[in-house]
């Protein structure tokens, strides 16, 4: 039984990160009925961008120009890394989706995918192949809960993404913003007649994604302390089976598709050779989509006429 | 154009006199420019470069010297316009009448052997330009192969319409029963023990293993196809997703083809013979496939498969006729693939080929046979060509496809028929 919770603690944190990545997906097919196949990049440059704020803050505390206690860098690093790469993601929707808007859907898919290459080549020429490590900002303590140990940082991440998720959720449930972006997902053509403002509403959706990447970003470098810029391909692609799992457009889907992957994954490599471990994922996941095609809270698909 | 043309035909712009020149001409004639030029090379091209102090004849048509060393760009260029265009613009201008008077008894006389002797000239053309060096040769062999392998994604991609991921895995199905199979018969080595049988059969007997590494792949097919009439679009694209990963995890789980390291020490079988009459049958067969009913009734299935099924279009047959003809013939060009380079691991049939695969489809053209071909030459050779840029290549191909994106969103040459009777046919003077 202790076995089944310590792997459950380990398989809610691998999840968080998949659930973060996937809301950017299903929040810019809701809107755009397009995915942003660079977002896995986009969580590698978030990661990236946290490593550099947070280096230079310790930096700067070390060298005494600031006085800033480590949670206070933590929470710095976020919101600035959060702030900057939300503008990665509104450059991406500018130069790549914007002037795609009206071409057919593949070719959007075709500049998602050659921007994450370039974003990853770029962080490549830049920094170079070798892995760098994130500042340790959050000394780990472990908690001993009846036999299962469960570090500070997990519940950290844990309960932070999910307080994020649910921000989210009021944010397109309760504000003007929010209706807007609703809007566009239910009807793309009658709304911009409306008065809404398409273009702006697209820039915020990738804006939100952006940073919500971001902060996954931070939370892996917090819990594995290794960046790579090949990082955001696996994680990714995994998201985006994520968000398709949960049903296009679909914010609570995307969370627990994300965490239901994240499950498969833990529970399968304790289970089984770690060998195995994608190949089982994605059997369940092509199982799944074999009887549910539509995902968990998509809608179905016809092509019969039904009379 | 053509309205503008006809109205003021004084006022010629630049473009269309060239196109004019070109339209005029029959394709023999810039045929045999190219011959004229890869013998000048052939012949000339050594003294030339000592010539003009080049240190060899520049393999990828001086890419690779004009990027390493600046100071040699003036040779290069000299010897460019010298080896290449002049007897390629020259040569069909002097004797463009008269080939095309040739063009047209031909024509007349048998269209197969007008295209037999295009093909041999092709073949002439290409066998000469790869005889210079080893590295041309693996450059045209993976060229030719990579031709296969758009045009089998372009039906599934262009014709149908689906977004189709699942092309590596249909490319490491072919390659890796291709290699068990000449392996275990053909080869002695460590890990399928001695040769099974004699080893002269080999070469007669490999098209038999490409064939069966196309069925292999087709029946993976069957696992995307199925799930193809519930559902298409993104749903579509995961399911091939998990396909592809679910393929080189398999194979990365299977000892008996050494999981993870790989296989190698392939038979060396396919020589440029080979590739090129595989490459010649699968665009002739894709091709005819794409103009048939079958093809028709892929389009209809695109545009919009509920009229499609109200019309009497079968569409779980055209589904799945398309998605096992377009994973045989990737299975065809992994089985090449593999005994090309002599060695295989899972790792080579993973996102990256996805990506380029996919760059190559929807550069050239959906829909178009012509699109693919253009596709799949012009992004292998500017990769090879880009190679000394190092890491920057991969920031300046993938600019490029965005800007063909952006302005042209379905690819250089779509929705455009390959007529051979036409492309072969004697030009009428206008």
């Known amino acids: 039984m202790t076995f089944f919770f310590q792997n459950l603690i380990n398989a809610l944190q691998w999840g968080s990160f998949y659930a973060l990545i996937a809301l950017g997906y299903s929040m810019v097919y809701g809107v755009l009925m397009l995915f942003n196949f660079a977002h896995g990049d986009i969580f590698m440059v978030g990661a990236y961008i946290g490593f550099g704020v947070a280096t230079g803050l310790v930096a700067l505390t070390s060298m005494g120009a600031l006085a800033l206690p480590n949670w206070l860098i933590l929470v710095l690093t976020i919101l600035i890394s959060m702030f900057l790469t939300s503008f990665v993601g509104m450059i991406v929707e500018r130069v790549g989706y914007r002037p795609l808007r009206d071409a057919p859907r593949a070719s959007a898919a075709i500049t998602g995918l050659m921007i994450g290459i370039i974003l990853e080549t770029g962080n490549l020429a830049l920094l170079g192949a070798q892995r760098i490590s994130f500042p340790a900002l959050v000394q780990s303590t472990t908690y001993n809960l009846g036999g299962v140990f469960v570090t500070n940082k997990k519940i950290m991440i844990v309960l932070f993404s999910i307080a994020l998720m649910y921000a989210l959720h009021l944010f397109v449930r309760k504000t003007r913003w929010g209706m807007a972006m609703r809007a566009m997902a239910f009807d793309y053509v009658v709304v911009p007649l409306l008065g809404v403002p398409i273009n702006n509403i697209a820039r915020m959706t990738f804006a939100i994604g952006s940073a919500l990447a971001a902060v996954a970003g931070i939370f892996f470098g917090v819990a594995y302390p290794v960046l790579d810029p090949y990082m955001g391909i696996i994680f990714g692609w995994k998201a985006f089976v994520a968000a398709i799992l949960g049903g296009r457009g679909s914010i609570l889907g995307a969370c627990l598709a994300g965490f239901l992957l994240g499950f498969i994954e833990i529970f399968v490599a304790m289970i089984f050779p770690s060998t195995l471990r994608d190949f089982i994922a994605y059997s369940i996941i092509l199982l799944i989509l074999t009887f549910r095609p539509h995902g968990f809270f998509g809608e179905p698909y016809s092509a019969r006429l039904s009379l | ?430």
Not at chain 2, 127 to 135: E, H, K, Q
Not at chain 2, 226 to 237: C, E, K, N, V
Not at chain 2, 378 to 399: H, M, N, Q, T, V
Request: hydrophobic share 55%; charged share 15%.
């Open chain 2, 1 to 430: 154009m053509q309205i503008n043309n006809s109205l003021s035909p004084e006022k010629k712009t630049f473009a269309s006199r060239i196109r004019n020149s070109f339209a005029q001409l029959p394709l023999l004639a810039w045929l045999c420019g190219v011959l004229g030029a890869v013998l000048l090379e052939r012949y000339l091209g050594d003294p030339l470069t000592e010539l003009l102090g080049l240190p060899k004849i520049p393999a990828l048509f001086g890419a690779v010297t004009i990027l390493k060393k600046p100071q040699l760009i003036p040779g290069t260029v000299a010897f460019l316009f010298l080896i290449y265009a002049v007897p390629i613009l020259v040569i069909p201008r002097l004797f463009g009448s008269i080939l095309n008077r040739l063009v047209g008894r031909l024509f007349h006389l048998s269209p197969a052997m007008s295209v037999a002797i295009h093909l041999g000239l092709l073949y002439l053309i290409l066998s000469l330009w790869a005889d210079v060096s080893g590295y041309r040769l693996l450059t045209l062999k993976l060229t030719l192969i990579a031709i296969i392998v758009t045009l089998s994604l372009n039906v599934i991609n262009g014709y149908m319409g689906e977004f189709s991921c699942s092309h590596p895995g249909f490319l490491a199905l072919g390659a890796y029963t291709a290699s068990v199979f000449t392996l275990f018969f053909f080869v002695d080595d460590k890990v399928f023990g001695a040769a099974f049988l004699p080893k002269f059969l080999g070469p007669f007997l490999f098209p038999i293993a490409l064939i069966l590494g196309g069925i292999v792949a087709a029946i993976g097919a069957i696992a995307i196809a199925i799930p193809s009439f519930r559902t298409r679009g993104d749903y579509l694209a995961i399911i091939s997703l998990a396909f592809m990963f679910i393929v080189k995890s398999i194979i990365e789980n299977l000892e008996f083809v050494r999981g993870p390291r790989g296989l190698s020490s392939q038979p060396n079988y396919v020589d440029l013979p080979t590739v090129f009459i595989w490459t010649v049958a699968a665009v002739w067969i894709i091709n005819n496939f794409v103009r048939s009913t079958t093809g028709k009734a892929l389009n209809a299935v695109r545009d919009d498969e509920m009229a499609a099924d109200a019309m009497t279009v079968n569409t779980r047959r055209t589904k799945i006729v398309a998605f096992l003809f377009a994973a045989f013939w990737a299975g065809v060009a992994g089985g090449l693939f593999a005994h090309v380079l002599r060695y295989v691991n899972p790792g080579t049939f993973s996102i990256q080929k996805l990506a380029e695969v996919l760059a190559m489809v929807y550069f050239g053209g959906l829909n178009s046979v012509y699109g693919s071909i253009v596709g799949a030459v012009s992004l292998s050779l500017l990769g090879e060509a880009l190679r000394p840029l190092e890491i920057f290549k991969w920031i300046i191909i993938p600019l490029l496809l965005i800007l063909v994106m952006i302005f042209r969103p379905t690819g250089l040459i779509a929705f455009k028929d390959f007529d051979v009777m036409k492309l072969i046919s004697p030009k009428e003077k206008s």
